[in-house]
């Protein structure tokens, strides 16, 4: 079954660094998703991205965070400087469309980011 | 705001156990309902997918959704040990494709 992965597994980064997420969504998915989950907290909604663009992002998702389709296949986040706070799992998620009547969002297993 | 509401738990059951998961939701839009499962160090896994009220029936899983109430439910006929997870239940934004999360439930069955 067509799954989405997500590279690093664990990523450890010292405070202020750049750090790029990397993922490959489902490959004849159109809708792209980034989520957090802080320790012990839920699934938080970051932004979403559809035709190159950002379609939705939350109030999470500021200056400091960007999002890019590089090429066919991947589809990273990065975060610019980082803070202690931004340590959490991060998790892409893809689905084959978007909108009211979106079909579920497949997720990949994570990328534990941990800020020292 | 409060979208999704979840009681975390924990909740354990014997094997062979009915299981009932609850959520509630705030606002009387949502349409579409998730069940996700999560294991330790996973992602989410899809489980059921339903819209608009009434139940949806997978093999031992069945989803209802009450919309009079807001209240949306997952049982599981039957568990196993292997059903030892995490529940999140989610519904998306009604204009957009933002998801809103329970906080999920941890379920541990006994063999």
């Known amino acids: 079954e067509p799954e989405v992965t997500q590279t690093p597994s664990h990523q450890v980064t010292q405070m202020g660094q750049e750090v790029i997420l990397r993922c490959v969504p489902i490959s004849n998915h159109l809708y792209f998703y980034w989520y957090r989950q802080i320790l012990g907290q839920k699934v938080e909604f970051l932004v979403s991205f559809y035709n190159n663009e950002i379609s939705e992002k939350s109030e999470i998702f500021d200056d400091q965070f960007s999002v890019e389709r590089p090429d066919g296949s991947n589809f990273t986040l990065k975060i610019r400087s980082t803070k202690l706070e931004d340590s959490a799992m991060y998790f892409c998620?893809?689905?084959?469309?978007?909108?009211?009547?979106?079909?579920?969002?497949?997720f990949g297993d994570g990328t534990r980011l941990s800020i020292l | 705001q409060k979208e999704v509401e979840q009681d975390p738990g924990p909740l354990s059951v014997p094997e062979g156990a009915i299981v009932s998961l609850n959520c509630t939701y705030s606002?009387?839009?949502?349409?579409?309902f998730m069940w996700y499962r999560q294991y330790s160090r996973k992602g989410p896994e899809l489980l059921m997918y339903t819209y608009s009220s009434g139940n949806k029936e997978d093999g031992r899983f069945t989803a209802q959704v009450d919309k009079s109430s807001k209240y949306i439910s997952l049982f599981i006929r039957d568990s196993q040990p292997s059903d030892s997870a995490t529940y999140l239940c989610?519904?998306?934004?009604?204009?957009?494709?933002?998801?809103?999360f329970g906080t999920g439930t941890s379920l541990t069955v006994i063999p």
């Open positions: 998620a893809s689905s084959e469309v978007g909108g009211v009547s979106n079909q579920p969002q497949h």
């Open positions: 989610a519904s998306p934004k009604n204009t957009g494709n933002q998801f809103y």
């Open positions: 606002n009387s839009a949502f349409q579409y």
